[in-house]
């Protein structure tokens, strides 16, 4: 990426943290099943890739505050920044694991703040300034937002395990950023349904990020999981409990419809073309390491067990979809490296 003395990041992808989303997601999931050393391989891989975006955005903010601006402003790439925040909760999420408490106290707090900040500016920019119709707006990036609203509300009923925070106004707070996600969720998804049914659709319209309409519903289904095993901690949680499962399989069902559909478009927009990497790639591998460990959650429901069989495969899939975007960004940016030596 250099050029001269310069970084040339001018055109850095906003949501390339979703790298480190779907890499910690698949370490937490590898955990889950007992594959440890993969776990901590992934990991290890999550920190050193999070680290580094830190400071490449960081530079290209130095260099690049115009371009910055104008992502920020841009309602195709704006929800892009909020991986940042997903990816801190997931790190927290996967560091609690390795009781590292106190790094996961920090990335979730830097998340939070995050979260704050981007969203009321994002909502008050498409309120106030955005003039564009509906197809040149929405898109599937948009439902990032709710992924890093849902892994606030995870990050948070997971953190009352410790004895760091307040169980009641934890839970609490946890349960409002799962509602709260939620109802973003049908909010957008209208919007995103209108674009795709009701808009012309050409093959530069589909994009990964589509796929976060199911990965938005997997997060929702742990989130909610979570919350459900909070109950017994909770008077306001037990009060509710049969509503949090209710609405947590229902997101799972929908999350699961959506699936084949989104194969589908995938193999009407690249049946003859050859694959070329590109970072909005990992926003595939996060929703299906996602839906995978949902579905580990939903197996602890009552009468769902027969969803274990479909565990191993799931898994095995989305490490490969890793394995196989990660490869794609090694021979990228061994080409980057290679034309820049030259």
């Known amino acids: 990426m250099l050029s001269g003395d310069k970084f040339q990041l001018r055109t850095l992808y906003t949501g390339y943290f979703a790298s480190v989303m779907a890499t910690g997601i698949i370490s937490i999931l590898t955990f889950i099943i007992q594959w440890y050393w993969i776990s901590a391989i992934l990991f290890s891989i999550g920190w050193i890739s999070y680290l580094t975006l830190i400071v490449l955005y960081s ?53 939070l703040v995050t979260w704050v900040v981007l969203a009321y500016f994002v909502f008050i ?30 990050i948070l009923s ?11 106004f934890s839970l609490f707070a946890a349960y409002c950023f ?12 209208i919007l995103i349904i209108y674009r795709l049914f009701f808009r012309n659709v050409n093959l530069a319209d589909w994009s990964p990020p589509y796929w976060i309409n199911m990965g938005a519903m ?8 979570h919350l459900e095993q909070r109950v017994g901690d909770s008077l306001f949680l037990n009060s509710i409990h049969a509503f949090i499962r209710a609405i947590s399989v229902m997101m799972w069902a929908w999350g699961t419809w959506w699936i ?3 194969i589908i478009m995938e193999v009407w927009k690249y049946p003859s073309q050859k694959f ?12 299906l390491g996602m839906y995978t460990t949902a579905l580990t959650m939903m197996v602890s429901q009552p009468g769902l067990t027969f969803l274990q069989r479909f565990i191993l495969p799931s898994t095995l899939f989305a490490l490969g979809c890793w394995l196989y975007v990660g490869v794609g960004a090694m021979i990228s940016f061994g080409r980057i490296l290679s034309d820049r030596l030259k």
């Open 59 to 111: 530079v290209r903010l130095y260099y690049f505050s115009t371009d910055v601006w104008r992502d920020l402003c841009d309602p195709m790439k704006m929800f892009g920044y909020f991986t940042f925040i997903a990816a801190s909760d997931v790190l927290a999420l996967r560091s609690i694991v390795v009781h590292w408490i106190t790094i996961a106290l920090i990335l979730s707090g830097i998340a």
């Open 125 to 154: 920019f498409l309120i106030i300034r955005n003039t564009r119709p509906i197809q040149q707006s929405v898109n599937g990036s948009w439902l990032i937002f709710v992924v890093a609203t849902q892994s606030l509300s995870i």
């Open 158 to 168: 997971s953190l009352t395990l410790t004895e760091s925070t307040g169980n009641d």
């Open 178 to 189: 799962w509602a709260f996600g939620i109802l973003i969720y049908v909010l957008f998804i």
């Open 218 to 225: 997997a997060i929702t289904t742990v989130a909610g999981i």
């Open 260 to 262: 084949p559909l989104l």
């Open 276 to 287: 070329v990497y590109h970072p909005s790639l990992w926003s595939i591998v996060f929703p």
